[in-house]
């Protein structure tokens, strides 16, 4: 099984993530943003991947070092996850949720790139400033070293960011999926 224990501490986050990559779509998440929490849980269950994290934050602060440090360290930890990656599909979805139109699309084929086409207009979606949901994306983008593009069009900012998470789990899901018919690697490379 793809399934990994992974911490970052710093001076500014204490991170603890429990991740498997094949699990059942289970969240325990708790980062001190109710609305972040809430999409983290999207990714776990749209994503089918069983995911722990915990953050201790300066929130005394702001949310910036809590969301950004929470990006880096679920994108080093899904890069442990998938240190091996033959017979993974390495690609990956849009979907809709009421009038927003989510589409990401990524590539765990080990450089690391983000396309945004995303234009959120409020501060603040509950207590998550929303200047950094791009900046969540980014980070985990860098250090799992995956190509991610992520485009949204909507009226409901809600539902916007809403739609590109859940989008983003449903294209983690289908770019690490094993085909049942190959133990290659996906690449004409040899390394990935």
């Known amino acids: 099984l793809r399934k990994v224990v992974h911490s970052r501490h710093t001076n500014e986050t204490k991170i603890d993530i429990e991740l498997n990559v094949d699990g059942k779509g289970k969240a325990d998440i708790s980062t001190g943003l109710g609305f972040f929490d809430h999409m983290l849980e999207q990714i776990a269950k749209h994503g089918n991947m069983d995911l722990s994290i915990k953050v201790k934050g300066d929130l005394h602060i702001d949310e910036h070092h809590t969301i950004e440090d929470t990006g880096i360290a679920l ?30 699309l990524i590539d765990f084929g080990g450089r ?22 791009y900046h969540f994306f980014k980070s985990f983008s860098d250090a799992s070293k995956t190509n991610i593009n992520i485009s949204c069009k909507g009226e409901n900012e809600h539902h916007k960011i809403e739609a590109i998470f859940k989008a983003f789990a449903k294209a983690i899901r289908m770019a690490v999926k094993k085909d049942p018919f190959s133990d290659s690697l996906p690449t004409t490379k040899g390394i990935l």
Not at 85 to 101: H, S, T
Request: hydrophobic content about 45%; cysteine-free.
């Open 75 to 104: 994108g080093e930890a899904m890069a442990l996850a998938l240190t091996d990656k033959r017979g993974m599909e390495r690609y990956g979805f849009a979907l809709p949720m009421d009038d927003a139109e989510a589409k990401v």
């Open 112 to 133: 690391n790139w983000i396309v945004w086409d995303v234009e959120l207009t409020r501060e603040k979606v509950g207590d998550m400033p929303t200047e950094m949901v």
